[in-house]
């Protein structure tokens, strides 16, 4: 008896430890590059779990492209010492970050570079 009331809690202990790690997994995103993208910044997010920046591009052929870039959490970039305000709508910014496996516009955000030349970590 002492046994089963042992393992109940562990197997849903377990199984709620495997949920947090996958939705916190960057499988989506090429871990081993980087891309390199410049745009004028359309939305920010700052927001929890994960923070956004939508970015508009110039593609190759001259259309204009919005890319979603994924950061950590506004919690973590403020403990970061990020500043809310530091990436604004109509900004332009160089990014340095993890593509979308599937090569669609959309990245994990790792490196922003302002148009002062600052470039801050943001995940």
């Given at each position: 008896m002492q046994l089963k009331s042992l393992i109940i809690p562990l197997v849903v202990g377990q199984a709620l430890a495997f949920s947090a790690w996958a939705h916190h997994s960057h499988g989506a995103y090429a871990m081993t590059d980087y891309v390199e993208v410049e745009g004028t910044v359309t939305d920010v997010y700052w927001?929890?779990?994960?923070?956004?920046?939508?970015?508009?591009?110039?593609?190759?052929?001259?259309?204009?492209?919005?890319w979603a870039l994924e950061a950590a959490g506004a919690s973590t970039l403020i403990r970061a010492d990020i500043d809310p305000d530091g990436v604004k709508a109509g900004d332009r910014i160089h990014?340095?970050?993890?593509?979308?496996?599937?090569?669609?516009?959309?990245?994990?955000?790792?490196?922003?570079?302002?148009s002062d030349g600052a470039t801050i970590e943001w995940d």
């Open positions: 927001i929890n779990p994960h923070a956004w920046v939508y970015l508009d591009v110039i593609a190759e052929n001259g259309d204009t492209v919005n990014v340095k970050c993890h593509q979308l496996r599937d090569r669609s516009n959309g990245c994990l955000l790792g490196f922003v570079t302002n």
